[in-house]
């Protein structure tokens, strides 16, 4: 007794399995992108929206009037900001910067701004996190959170 084989048909189901599979594959694989992604926007996506610069004061006196200008685009508090300049001062501002506002601080520099000067910050975000801003634009974590 011989049992007929339909070749063409069996073939059709394993490519359609190999197919199968490597789109659940894939779609794993992006999945876990994706809860990556979110982990890292959940823990990095405030401080990556805190800068600092020097620039022009917006209301000044003389040429060499400067603004030490501190932003918070994100949508929650920062605390315990503090600057570093780039002759070695160091400045600390005490309380917070709210949410979503630019701060300006009144500098007297030893020459005119004719650009805008990036400068060194450290801040702690709203969940505890301190960051540190390099002036190059490197932002680094520099103490995360229990249980993180």
Known sequence: MAIEVDVSTSL????????TVGALLIAALAYGAEVRRRRRESKWGQAERVSAWIGDATVSTSSTDAGLFLRNDSG????????????????TIDGAIAPETT??????YDRPVLRVIPVDIEFQDAAGRSWKRHRDGRLV???SVQGE
């Open 12 to 19: 059709t189901d394993v490519v359609a399995a190999i197919g």
């Open 76 to 91: 929650a508090m920062v605390y315990g900001v503090r600057v570093h300049l780039h002759d070695g001062a160091l400045g």
């Open 103 to 108: 701060q300006e601080y009144y500098l007297e």
């Open 141 to 143: 974590l520099v103490k």
